[in-house]
């Protein structure tokens, strides 16, 4: 859930805490339905909605919802009373502004996180109450926001060098969890330096200790390929939603013809992602990070609103 800081915010301080959640977008938005802000006062805040557009706006009505003690709903762009307000992309929010959102609620969403489960959580417009509930068919509603919960996109990311630290610093500073598995202590010194979770491998064997669910990435970045055929095959045994090599053409058809010796079917196969990747060909660590970053969450952002 990209905005569990948030929740974790209004936990820490619940106090005076009012949580802000896009309920409707109409044109062009920073933010999707269902994006979070917390906010403590009027240059106290968690989380935005806008690029900077209405955050101190929404401060001083969350205050009067606050005073109020039931929940407001306030529209900005076009529309809103707020003239002097403009979105410069030329749409529209409808925000509702919770005081003292349920906190047991919120606990249980922390929880589910923590454990990547998947809910919907399910807000009354009106009366501010909240609840969870699995999965399921989501019914248009005027009274209700329900917003499909997910959990973050883990990478596992497996390799030595500079590319592969390059990867996880990449992905840690733009927020998401991450281990890196290396057979190099090089690799892993650096790579706990920059604050990433670190697993040594003993062996070519994939491991078989890893969380890995379908909201997972695995990614190889060895120059010596040897090292891919093993734990691709064990990669494929598991839900992760992306798997997927660094190397060139000619190094995938190599990995494939061992991989298939090793009795890997092609169905199976065809869940391999290589040349890794948006930019074909690329020659630089921070270049290649860059590009397989973005094909990935570009992945899992189809999957999810598929």
């Avoid at 900005?76 to 929010?93: E, K, N, R």
């Avoid at 009366?127 to 989501?138: K, Q, V, Y």
């Amino acid at each position: 859930m990209k905005d569990i800081n948030v929740i974790r915010a209004v936990l820490r301080r619940p106090q005076g805490a009012v949580l802000a959640v896009i309920v409707a977008v109409d044109g062009p938005s920073y933010r999707l339905v269902g994006a979070m802000m917390a906010i403590f006062g009027e240059h106290d805040h968690v989380g935005s909605l806008s690029s900077g557009c209405v955050e101190a706006d929404l401060a001083l009505n969350a205050q009067t919802a606050l005073t109020q003690g039931k929940p407001l709903i306030v529209r900005y762009g076009s529309g809103s009373p707020f003239m002097d307000i403009q979105l410069p992309c030329g749409g529209a929010l409808d925000i509702l502004l919770l005081p003292k959102p349920d906190l047991e609620v919120l606990a249980q969403l922390d929880l589910l996180e923590q454990q990547r489960s998947r809910c919907v959580l399910d807000i009354d417009t009106q009366s501010g109450a909240m609840g969870l509930r699995e999965r399921g068919h989501i019914e248009p509603s005027s009274t209700r926001i329900s917003v499909e919960v997910v959990p973050e996109i883990c990478f596992f990311a497996f390799g030595k060098g500079p590319e592969v630290n390059t990867f996880v610093s990449l992905v840690i500073a733009a927020g998401y969890p991450a281990v890196l598995l290396s057979p190099d202590d090089e690799t892993i010194a650096i790579a706990a330096q920059q604050g990433c979770t670190t697993k040594r491998l003993a062996t070519k064997a994939f491991p078989d200790d890893l969380a890995i669910d379908d909201r997972s990435a695995i990614i190889l970045f060895f120059h010596d390929h040897d090292w891919e055929p093993e734990i691709l095959s064990g990669s494929l045994k598991t839900p992760a939603f992306y798997i997927g090599a660094q190397g060139s053409f000619h190094a995938r058809e190599t990995r494939l013809t061992a991989m298939r010796e090793m009795g890997v079917s092609d169905d199976q196969l065809q869940r391999l992602h290589g040349p890794i990747g948006l930019i074909p060909s690329v020659k630089d660590p921070a270049t290649l990070a860059i590009s397989v970053l973005a094909e990935i969450v570009g992945k899992a952002m189809s999957d999810t609103f598929a």
